[in-house]
T-cell receptor, first 115, second 113 residues
Framework: NAGVTQTPKFRILKIGQSMTLQCTQD?????MYWYRQDPGMGLKLIYY???????DKGEVPNGYNVSRSTTEDFPLRLELAAPSQTSVYFC??????????????FGPGTRLTVL | RKEVEQDPGPFNVPEGATVAFNCTYS??????FFWYRQDCRKEPKLLMS???SGNEDGRFTAQLNRASQYISLLIRDSKLSDSATYLC??????????????FGAGTQVVVTP
């Protein structure tokens, strides 16, 4: 199993450009998440999904959109990139059941710079 | 006030020594607690869950103090490979319910030869 994969690993965008960060998991997990990690800060939840076709906002959703058409894929769309979106983006997945540890497995991250 | 606060460190530890550090959380209703490990420029990985009575996993011991709202991690016989940032993670709900995780900014540990 590859686990959680993310592409691209690095990207530089100009202000106002758009892009999609790809995330795929092959563990048949029901939950998927997008986080951003800024220097000196904890991970912040952008969006999450509890299953195909269902998404919901996290703490910092502004400027982002997501979709979950399949169990495996959870792309994150940035529209009109701004310097404040410069960050490291992590996708994660977990298989949640009641009374489970609900371990989240993270992808390797995408380092995004907006200039 | 941050929901989960950690001393950023770094904690510089000689190889073989013991290091311990805490994390405080603001939501007294928090039910589930974890330590994740994050190596430099890598993704976070679950190190261990923290149980009410405290628990060990090899050289790692985690404790929970609900009254003072903090959790701790102790690393015994430190190895060079323990050098990493340790993220304190808190969830408001019990394991019976799904809930979002709240991440601390991490405590950096550097183990020196």
């Amino acid at each position: 199993n590859a686990g959680v994969t993310q592409t691209p690993k690095f990207r530089i965008l100009k202000i106002g450009q758009s892009m999609t960060l790809q995330c795929t998991q092959d563990m048949n997990h029901n939950y998927m998440y997008w986080y951003r990690q800024d220097p000196g800060m904890g991970l912040k939840l952008i969006y999450y999904s509890v299953g195909a076709g269902i998404t919901d906002k996290g703490e910092v959703p502004n400027g982002y959109n997501v979709s979950r058409s399949t169990t495996e894929d959870f792309p994150l769309r940035l529209e009109l990139a701004a310097p404040s979106q410069t960050s490291v983006y992590f996708c994660a997945s977990s298989y949640w059941l009641p009374r489970s540890t609900d371990t989240q497995y993270f992808g390797p991250g995408t380092r995004l710079t907006v200039l | 006030r941050k929901e989960v606060e950690q001393d950023p460190g770094p904690f510089n530890v000689p190889e073989g020594a013991t290091v311990a550090f805490n994390c405080t959380y603001s939501n007294s209703a928090s039910q589930s607690f974890f330590w994740y490990r994050q190596d430099c420029r890598k993704e976070p990985k679950l190190l261990m869950s923290v149980y009410s009575s405290g628990n060990e996993d090899g050289r790692f011991t985690a404790q929970l103090n609900r009254a003072s709202q903090y959790i701790s991690l102790l690393i015994r016989d430190s190895k060079l490979s323990d050098s990493a940032t340790y993220l304190c993670v808190v969830k408001g709900e019990s394991t019976d319910s799904w809930g979002k995780l709240q991440f601390g900014a991490g405590t950096q540990v550097v183990v020196t030869p």
